[in-house]
């Protein structure tokens, strides 16, 4: 078996088990800040690696990391910030 797809893409963290990527996703939307510090991500209370592994497929059927996801959504953002 394949030992990264076996990772949860969720930890403890501000007092509660959180899912990284509903996390990702409501602060995006809501516009609440993510800070990237050394190899985790921050989002509110919550700190996750960002080389946890998300269910989120590439082309190839690798799974993408949080913090790749981190990275596209930062920049759609800010993209769609400047039209």
């Not at 990391?65 to 993209?79: D, H, Q, W, Y």
């Amino acid at each position: 078996a394949d030992p990264t797809r076996s990772q949860p893409c969720s930890v403890r963290g501000g007092g509660k088990d959180m899912d990284a990527l509903n996390a990702l996703r409501e602060a995006t939307v809501s516009g609440a800040p993510v800070v990237e510090e050394g190899e985790e991500l921050i989002i509110g209370e919550a700190r996750f690696p960002v080389s946890l592994v998300t269910p989120v497929l590439t082309n190839d059927g690798s799974h993408y990391p949080l913090g790749s996801l981190f990275v596209t959504f930062k920049f759609a953002g800010e993209k769609n910030a400047t039209r």
